[in-house]
């Protein structure tokens, strides 16, 4: 599904102008993209038709992401990512679960191999040594019981 070209301009200039110089014009384009999603998920909801809604702005997400680094020298809980952190947990939560697979699988084949080593387990953008590769997940036990896992 292609997103609406009103909505993909109106996320651009928001996503651009939360890098602004000046913190007033930061603050009101990260309130923008909040109110923006958040009045469109209202009206999904009220409608029946938030997994439509949703997939509309599904083109946020690897705009968001492209601006994580950005994002994570933010204070932990400032404005910015008071307001644009949900507007991606609303994407992800609504859309529809076959979309978003193929988003993942999208953006999982562009950062397929920018690793050094292409044997690597940890071949869409890990650390090598830094976790656990995907071999060594899978080789542990399978089946967690509410004894194994705390939350």
């Known amino acids: 599904m292609k997103s609406h070209w ?6 651009d200039i928001c996503i651009f102008a939360t890098g602004h110089a000046e913190q007033n014009i ?4 990260s309130s923008l993209l909040f109110e923006l999603f958040w009045r469109h998920s209202q009206q999904g909801r009220a409608n029946g038709n938030i997994s439509v809604v949703a997939s509309v702005f599904l083109p946020f997400l690897p ?3 492209s601006h994580v680094n950005y994002l994570s020298t933010l ?3 400032g404005q910015l990512r008071k307001d644009i952190l949900p507007c991606a947990l609303f994407i992800l939560q609504s859309a529809p679960v076959g979309l978003v697979k193929a988003l993942w699988r999208k953006l999982a084949k ?4 920018k690793t050094q080593q292409a044997d690597s387990d940890d071949r869409y953008g890990g650390i090598n040594g830094s976790g656990a590769g995907y071999k060594e997940l899978n080789a ?4 967690f019981s509410a004894v194994d896992v705390e939350i």
């Open 140 to 143: 542990g036990p399978t089946h």
């Open 6 to 11: 009103l909505a993909e301009i109106c996320i």
């Open 110 to 113: 562009r950062a397929e191999g």
């Open 63 to 65: 705009k968001i992401l």
């Open 75 to 77: 204070p932990a809980k």
């Open 26 to 29: 930061q603050y009101r384009a």
